[in-house]
């Protein structure tokens, strides 16, 4: 019967260790490349996301787990034809959704509230996942809102994204910077 109890009572405090919360989750994204004439950029505002926030014994983050998904049609770069072009070579018709998911310990967040942290995450671009490592930086938590900025490169050959050279010596740079900043506010 002691036995029983005490069992009882270990399981109880293992669930109230490892509570689970739900964070409501806005990004705003924007993406930087350059091409042989000049750089370039773009925005796209991230669906409003969940982040589920794992909690342990004395109510500090453990553990961080959620996915973020912008719509590809909607990135602008602030010139039409350019915009097509980049949907066209993103395949957007078949591939609509760009995502990025997290499922780590707390600490690849904000290790101990210095920056910058590294965080890898998976990105899936053109349906296809591919392993990304963001760095965090501007890390603030003040009581149930946390901010940060995020950032992290993209190589289009390595993505499966092909742009085509235009008027013959034209051509779009490999490496894409895309850049985050994040708020989080607990439910």
Do not use: C
């Not at 097509?84 to 904000?110: F, Q, W």
């Not at 995450?121 to 900025?149: E, R």
């Amino acid at each position: 019967m002691k036995l029983s109890l005490l069992l009882l009572f270990a399981l109880v405090q293992s669930a109230l260790a490892n509570t689970a919360q739900n964070w409501t989750g806005k990004a705003d994204v924007t993406f930087d490349g350059t091409s042989t004439l000049h750089a370039w950029g773009g925005k796209v505002s991230a669906a409003p996301f969940v982040t589920e926030v794992t909690l342990d014994a004395a109510g500090k983050p453990s553990r961080i787990k959620a996915t973020v998904t912008v719509e590809a049609t909607k990135m602008e770069t602030a010139e039409a034809k350019r915009d097509e072009n980049m949907r066209k070579a993103m395949k957007v018709t078949d591939h609509p959704l760009i995502s990025a998911s997290i499922d780590g310990g707390a600490y690849k967040i904000a290790a101990d509230g210095k920056t910058p942290t590294k965080l890898p995450m998976t990105l899936t671009l053109l349906g296809k996942p591919q392993q990304v490592t963001a760095t965090i930086t501007n890390w603030k938590l003040s009581g149930s809102k946390a901010t940060f900025d995020l950032a992290f490169p993209v190589s289009l050959k390595a993505s499966g994204i092909s742009v085509p050279t235009v008027l013959l010596f034209i051509k779009v740079g490999d490496s894409i910077k895309v850049s985050s900043s994040v708020t989080l506010t607990q439910n």
